[in-house]
């Protein structure tokens, strides 16, 4: 088992303005504040598909990381004119540790 | 305590607590500062929401910290919860308190809330589509990059909304017909080989391919850093949908099932306030000043909210019943006198027992952000909001307020600072605290309350 951790920056919602879903699964984010969520959780070794959607202003940027603490994905994005912005679909393997 | 030692307070909580929102002159209203969804000054009474984190705000009436925190969760008819705490003191008990609900009255506050967002949504199309698009995206960036590495006269210019397999086709004949050459002028048959086999890789690529076929594929670029930098487990920060869509407009005929630009928020708050004032009893319509007592009561209050969503636009709504109570202190002395000497010792209290009104509490917030006044590229965001709140206790009378808070925030960090200024108008009736107008201005810091 490994664990994921998933951190995002320029969430102006809060905790209502993204959602995580890992394996087809969605992921509770926890809001820590000044647009910051974050969530963590075990996984299994396999390659998985995650995506994350975000909301807020229009044009404003956001972050994104996902690591296992072996392999790091780092995005970067600005949200639409209608607010949202997405990673889409990712592939992501995960190695024991 | 006075307002310089408040200040100082101010000064030393703030660091100790490692995030702070300070609100210098601020009127107790709820300027949403700087976020969409929810308010980053933390009010109690914003429909919009608490925002995460923690605030310490100075205001001419008093001193206030609050510190909140939300959670996602999964449920049919709830999907988010957050727990929130305020505590205050005010300054001097010269301030007239009108309302339990205000932002700095004098008490300990706590809000529980649950409620829904149409945002938090499990999307399963618009994830896959996105994805195929960026796989997409993705390709046409490898195969720009594969341009590169032919001399100038050899380079292409590929419409933007060409697909993946049709550039690599029309890439593949400007190889072929300008291959790489390097610092000499000679051909460089390891660049021009390594280039064949991105082409001939890419070329796998379908309008269906999922992000395991990019993953894969990435496998081969490892050794070419210039390659391997598209590449989601690189490190470096890759692009998003919406980014792609703006380096290849038109690209885009995958992506379906897009969330509408339209969205709300639904949720429910009980708002317990712990509040307590000294005061002097009245009996038979005397005041016993020597007698020195303490009033302490919870106070509750029910509040539901729905928050609307469109755009830059964002519209709130609260409405709610509960209990408030006027705490009106005023300076009572004993005097000693000895001879033609007098002295005179004095405390605030409150004379006679404060009395809980039960009050209907309402108010609305109209937001947008960010304003058309900076361009998209600049390092500024800007947002105007108009906060009216009406409080009316069933004994009659109400308290109401307009604010009109404009701010502005770094676009890369909004939720982090803010400054801004707020033209505010108050009138009230029975009780009369009066009719007054203020500007206060504002600035605001509030980083994560976490390390990152």
Partial sequence: ???????????????????????????????????????????????????????????DPWTASVTDGTTTHNHAGHMSPAGFDTTGDTAFTVVNP | MNRSQLLILAVVMGPLLCFAQTQSNAAPTQADASGKGSDPAQSFVSPLGLGTGATLAVTQKGTNISASIARQMFNPAINFWQVGFSGTANTNGQAEVYSSQEADSPAFKA??????????????????????????AWCR????????????????????????????????????????????????????????????????????????????????????????????????????????HTAYPGLDTYTKEAPS?????????????????????????????????????LLNTGVGNVALYYRSLTFGVEGGFGQTVQIKQQNVCLTTTSGSYSAQQCSMAMVGQPV??????????????????????????????????????????????LAVPFYISP?????????????????????????????????????SNTKN
């Avoid at chain 2, 033209?423 to 203020?438: A, E, Q, R």
């Fill in chain 2, 261 to 297: 630009a339209f969205q709300w928020k639904i949720w429910g708050n009980w708002t317990p306030v712990l509040t307590s004032t000294p005061y002097r009893p009245v009996v038979d319509g005397v005041a016993n000043l020597s007698d020195k007592l303490n009033w302490t009561k």
């Fill in chain 2, 356 to 401: 809980p009104k039960n009050s209907w509490i309402s108010s609305t917030a109209l937001q947008i952000s960010p304003l058309p006044i900076f361009g998209k590229s600049a390092a500024l965001s800007s947002g105007a909001q108009a906060v009216f709140s009406y409080t009316a206790p069933t004994s009659g009378g109400h308290s109401s307020e």
């Fill in chain 2, 411 to 447: 676009s890369a960090t909004r939720m982090s600072f803010v400054l801004g200024i707020q033209p505010t108008w108050d009138w009230n009736t029975d009780p009369m605290v009066g009719n007054k107008f203020s500007i206060a201005v504002f600035a605001g810091a509030r980083p």
């Fill in chain 2, 141 to 244: 960036d490898e195969v720009n990059q594969v341009n590169n590495t032919l001399p100038g006269v050899g380079q292409i210019k590929i419409n933007s909304s060409t697909s993946c397999k049709d550039a690599v086709v029309v890439e593949q004949q400007a190889l072929k017909a300008t291959p790489p050459v390097d610092d000499n002028g000679k051909p460089d048959s390891k660049t021009q080989a390594f280039d064949q086999q991105v082409l001939a890789s890419l070329g796998t690529v379908t309008a269906n391919s999922d992000p395991t076929v990019r993953q894969n594929i990435c496998k081969t670029f490892k050794d070419n850093k210039d390659f391997y930098q598209y590449c989601d487990d690189s490190g470096k920060p890759q692009k998003s949908v919406e980014d792609e």
């Fill in chain 1, 1 to 59: 088992m490994a664990q994921i951790t998933v951190k995002m920056t320029g969430i102006s919602r809060g905790a209502t303005g993204a959602t995580f879903t890992w394996n087809q699964q969605l992921k509770s984010l926890t809001d820590t504040g000044g647009g910051n969520l974050s969530t963590a959780f075990q996984s299994d070794p396999g390659t998985f598909l995650y995506a994350i959607v975000v909301s807020g202003n229009p044009g």
């Fill in chain 2, 111 to 136: 809000q529980v809330g649950l409620g829904k967002s149409s945002f938090i949504k499990f999307r399963p199309v618009y994830t896959a589509t996105s994805g195929e698009f960026r796989v997409q």
